[in-house]
């Protein structure tokens, strides 16, 4: 490479920058091929591991919760037959459908879905290489590769039925084909790169946010090139066909939307609701929930549209629900400036922190519990600094990769726009890790020579490392011994596995780390473990231990009512006839026609002593009991109740002394 050529890739302000990472040759060779199978290898045997270990140890493996459940509810009903569905796509298409694909390719097995994603994730730490390969020599991509191979977060993320590991090889899919378009020239490699992106946008509408940003990027790479008016030309006949590659993936899902729900979506209709979740006076910048709704997925978006329809006093269109809740986030936004700006500068700080901050479940229980917890593999404390040296060191560079540089800055603005969470920053991290890539080369060859740029980056590396880091110091959820929210969430598979005795210690252990530690958290599922725990006692026919999980269900909907049912049985069976008397009579208060309880309350007031009420109760339930012969009498339940009905009143016959 000729000397002219080398300034204007590493200008002299950055010599040290230029020694780490001096420029590649125009195509990739057999030492490129070789160190990509390295990467690919080493990311593969590395998930494979996790693979293992997860379906054995981590019993949510193939039963998912929250966004995972309802990708795979969305998959099997498309495979029922409900290709097209009858509403406008309220979330990205793409991932759901090709979650179809495998789940009927591997036999209705998870397991195999699993597979192909971890597949696709070494996929990924390839297409890192092979990116940061187009602007560095072959140690920095090696770097790189391996950063995103080994970047455990990555690997978690790929053992779930969540769009990330699909969206993280689209999104670097395109940023290759778009730099090889670019070096190219070619047009068709711009449509192609289009395309990929369209793909990647019905994965995840916001990665059109970079669409403003490509005139810049085209626009600064032909600078180089020619003059002005070339420039001018060059990026936008560049852009505009980049943005037709696009529209050719992205029109049919409109159509679509239109056709089947005759409401202008262009391809999912949450936007607006996700926007009011990070942009609403009560928000933290990272809980994803609407204020006032429910907590669990479908009760949280019924109610999100409740309320919104209630508040226009109409029914309203997927799409006028979206405006809607942009409209109120937005009114948060200039009404409350102040605390508006507070929020958003929050959310910027929780995009570079440490913490690993969860959206369906805690990331750092179910790795530990997956088995991995104890492999030192890089997370963001690490990966964050060095990144973040790599874009000051970088920064002489910045005309030549303005692609990662704009592709960084555009996704976390189109994520902080929303709320912050573990999920949503993974994607950017492959490119992170082509800056961080950079940085360990520089910092390995300055030690090595240069001590000089050594003593200028290590304290740049220090105050960025305390910057992410400092998170940590308040962060929680990397105690795992205090979470007792994912022992309820272990606890809830157990019992959908059928083995309640790992139920039961899973729930049992969620409340006592809740009464340890006091999660504030926990107060939303604590019901929800009381109900379950004294179920599965009062299944045992173990009373005592039922009773006090029992008392604290409380509420007024069907679980209290069940409750109350198993309750008062519970009293009756532990001789505490006083207190079941009492539980009947509140059940009977909610549920007058409860036709279990009066018997139950008969019994109770026989065992009691209370012969006179025993037969009041009893005479009662038989006068409202359905005639001989007549509909629903053949019923097991009909049966079975006529037949405890008989009984109880020989029971009572007998107490009296055979007397009646």
Same mark, same amino acid.
């Given at each position: 490479?000729?000397?002219?050529?080398?300034?204007?890739?590493?200008?002299?302000?950055? %010599?040290?920058?230029?020694?780490?990472?001096?420029?590649?040759? %125009?195509?990739?060779?057999?030492?490129?091929?070789? $160190?990509?199978?390295?990467?690919?290898?080493?990311?593969?045997?590395?998930?494979?591991?996790? @693979? @293992?270990?997860?379906?054995?140890?981590?019993?949510?493996?193939?039963?998912?919760?929250?966004?995972?459940?309802?990708?795979?509810?969305?998959?099997?009903?498309?495979?029922?037959?409900?290709?097209?569905?009858?509403?406008?796509?309220?979330?990205?298409?793409?991932?759901?459908?090709?979650?179809?694909?495998?789940?009927?390719?591997?036999?209705?097995?998870?397991?195999?879905?699993?597979?192909?994603?971890?597949?696709?994730?070494?996929?990924?730490?390839? #297409?890192?290489?092979?990116?940061?390969?187009?602007?560095?020599?072959?140690?920095?991509?090696?770097?790189?590769?391996?950063?995103?191979?080994?970047?455990?977060?990555?690997?978690?993320?790929?053992?779930?039925?969540?769009?990330?590991?699909?969206?993280?090889?689209?999104?670097?899919?395109?940023?290759?084909?778009?730099?090889?378009?670019?070096?190219? %020239?070619?047009?068709?490699?711009?449509?192609?790169?289009?395309?990929?992106?369209?793909? *990647?946008?019905?994965?995840?509408?916001?990665?059109?946010?970079?669409?403003? &940003?490509?005139?810049?990027?085209?626009?600064?790479?032909?600078?180089?090139?020619?003059?002005?008016?070339?420039?001018?030309?060059?990026?936008?006949?560049?852009?505009?066909?980049?943005?037709?590659?696009?529209?050719?993936?992205?029109?049919?899902?409109?159509?679509?939307?239109?056709?089947?729900?005759?409401?202008?979506?262009?391809?999912?209709?949450?936007?607006?609701?996700?926007? !009011?979740?990070?942009?609403?006076?009560?928000?933290?910048?990272?809980?994803?929930?609407?204020?006032?709704?429910?907590?669990?997925?479908?009760?949280?978006?019924?109610?999100?549209?409740?309320?919104?329809?209630?508040?226009?006093?109409?029914?309203?269109?997927?799409?006028?629900?979206?405006?809607?809740?942009?409209?109120?986030?937005?009114?948060?936004?200039?009404?409350?400036?102040?605390?508006?700006?507070?929020?958003?500068?929050?959310?910027?700080?929780?995009?570079?922190?440490?913490?690993?901050? =969860?959206?369906?479940?805690?990331?750092?229980?179910?790795?530990?519990?997956?088995?991995?917890?104890? &492999?030192?593999?890089?997370?963001?404390?690490?990966?964050?600094?060095?990144?973040?040296? +790599?874009?000051?060191?970088?920064?002489?560079?910045?005309?030549?990769? =303005?692609?990662?540089?704009? @592709?960084?800055?555009?996704?976390?603005?189109?994520?902080?726009?929303?709320?912050?969470?573990?999920?949503?920053?993974?994607?950017?991290?492959?490119? #992170?890790?082509?800056?961080?890539?950079?940085?360990?080369?520089?910092?390995?060859?300055?030690?090595?020579? =240069?001590?000089?740029?050594?003593?200028?980056?290590?304290?740049?590396?220090?105050?960025? *490392?305390?910057?992410?880091?400092?998170?940590?110091?308040?962060?929680?959820?990397?105690?795992?011994?205090?979470?007792?929210?994912?022992?309820?969430?272990?606890?809830?598979?157990?019992?959908?596995? +059928?083995?309640?005795?790992?139920?039961?210690?899973?729930?049992?252990?969620?409340?006592?780390? !809740?009464?340890?530690?006091?999660?504030?958290?926990?107060?939303? &599922?604590?019901?929800?473990?009381?109900? $379950?725990?004294?179920?599965?006692?009062?299944?045992?026919?173990?009373?005592?231990?039922?009773?006090?999980?029992?008392?604290?269900?409380? +509420?007024?909907?069907?679980?209290?009512?069940?409750?109350?049912?198993?309750?008062?049985?519970?009293?009756?069976?532990?001789?505490?006839?006083?207190?079941?008397?009492?539980?009947?009579?509140?059940?009977?208060?909610?549920?007058?026609?409860?036709?279990?309880?009066?018997?139950?309350?008969?019994?109770?007031?026989?065992?009691?002593?209370?012969?006179?009420?025993?037969?009041?109760?009893?005479?009662?339930?038989?006068?409202?009991?359905?005639?001989?012969?007549?509909?629903?009498?053949?019923?097991?339940?009909?049966?079975?109740?006529?037949?405890?009905?008989?009984?109880?009143?020989? *029971?009572?016959?007998?107490?009296?002394?055979?007397?009646?």
């Amino acid at each position: 490479m000729a000397k002219s050529e080398r300034r204007k890739i590493a200008p002299s302000a950055d %010599r040290g920058a230029a020694r780490a990472g001096e420029a590649k040759p %125009r195509g990739l060779d057999r030492a490129d091929a070789r $160190n990509a199978a390295i990467v690919f290898g080493a990311a593969l045997v590395l998930r494979l591991v996790f @693979f @293992f270990l997860n379906r054995r140890n981590n019993p949510l493996f193939d039963y998912p919760i929250m966004d995972a459940k309802y990708h795979l509810e969305w998959a099997q009903g498309i495979l029922a037959g409900d290709f097209w569905g009858d509403e406008v796509f309220f979330r990205a298409p793409f991932y759901p459908y090709l979650l179809a694909l495998l789940y009927k390719i591997g036999g209705a097995k998870i397991g195999f879905v699993i597979l192909c994603q971890h597949l696709m994730g070494s996929l990924s730490a390839v #297409l890192v290489y092979i990116l940061s390969r187009r602007f560095f020599a072959g140690g920095v991509s090696l770097a790189a590769g391996f950063l995103t191979a080994l970047y455990w977060p990555l690997i978690y993320f790929e053992g779930d039925l969540l769009f990330e590991t699909l969206f993280v090889f689209l999104t670097l899919a395109f940023l290759v084909a778009l730099v090889a378009a670019i070096e190219r %020239r070619s047009a068709a490699l711009l449509a192609v790169s289009g395309a990929v992106l369209g793909l *990647a946008a019905i994965t995840r509408p916001p990665i059109l946010v970079l669409v403003p &940003v490509l005139p810049f990027v085209f626009r600064l790479s032909a600078e180089g090139r020619g003059t002005a008016g070339a420039a001018r030309r060059g990026w936008i006949r560049s852009t505009a066909l980049v943005i037709a590659g696009a529209l050719a993936l992205i029109v049919p899902v409109t159509v679509r939307n239109y056709v089947v729900g005759r409401d202008f979506v262009g391809i999912a209709s949450q936007g607006g609701v996700n926007f !009011y979740i990070g942009n609403n006076p009560q928000s933290d910048g990272r809980t994803a929930i609407v204020p006032g709704t429910r907590w669990d997925w479908w009760g949280g978006y019924e109610d999100s549209i409740k309320l919104a329809e209630t508040a226009m006093g109409r029914k309203l269109k997927p799409s006028e629900v979206s405006d809607y809740y942009f409209r109120k986030g937005m009114e948060f936004i200039v009404t409350d400036p102040a605390k508006s700006v507070s929020l958003l500068a929050r959310k910027l700080y929780l995009f570079w922190a440490a913490g690993e901050r =969860s959206n369906n479940k805690y990331i750092y229980f179910f790795w530990h519990q997956s088995g991995m917890g104890k &492999v030192p593999l890089p997370g963001f404390w690490f990966l964050g600094p060095l990144s973040l040296l +790599g874009g000051v060191l970088l920064w002489p560079r910045r005309r030549e990769l =303005s692609l990662l540089y704009l @592709f960084v800055v555009a996704y976390m603005l189109a994520i902080v726009a929303f709320f912050v969470n573990d999920r949503f920053r993974v994607p950017v991290v492959p490119v #992170l890790a082509v800056f961080a890539g950079y940085s360990i080369v520089h910092l390995w060859k300055a030690f090595r020579g =240069s001590k000089s740029a050594l003593w200028t980056a290590l304290p740049i590396l220090a105050a960025c *490392a305390v910057f992410v880091n400092a998170d940590l110091l308040r962060f929680a959820e990397n105690k795992i011994e205090q979470d007792a929210l994912s022992h309820y969430t272990l606890g809830n598979a157990y019992l959908n596995r +059928g083995d309640t005795e790992k139920a039961i210690g899973e729930y049992e252990d969620a409340l006592e780390r !809740y009464r340890k530690y006091k999660h504030p958290g926990f107060l939303i &599922v604590s019901r929800n473990v009381e109900y $379950n725990l004294g179920r599965l006692y009062w299944s045992k026919k173990s009373c005592a231990q039922a009773i006090p999980h029992l008392e604290k269900v409380g +509420g007024n909907d069907q679980y209290a009512v069940l409750a109350l049912e198993m309750l008062a049985e519970c009293y009756t069976n532990e001789k505490r006839y006083a207190n079941a008397i009492e539980a009947y009579g509140v059940l009977l208060r909610a549920v007058p026609q409860h036709r279990k309880a009066k018997l139950g309350l008969a019994r109770a007031y026989r065992l009691s002593g209370d012969l006179e009420r025993a037969g009041d109760t009893l005479q009662d339930l038989a006068a409202s009991s359905p005639r001989p012969g007549g509909r629903g009498q053949e019923t097991p339940e009909a049966l079975a109740e006529s037949d405890a009905l008989r009984a109880e009143v020989e *029971a009572l016959r007998k107490a009296r002394g055979g007397a009646e």
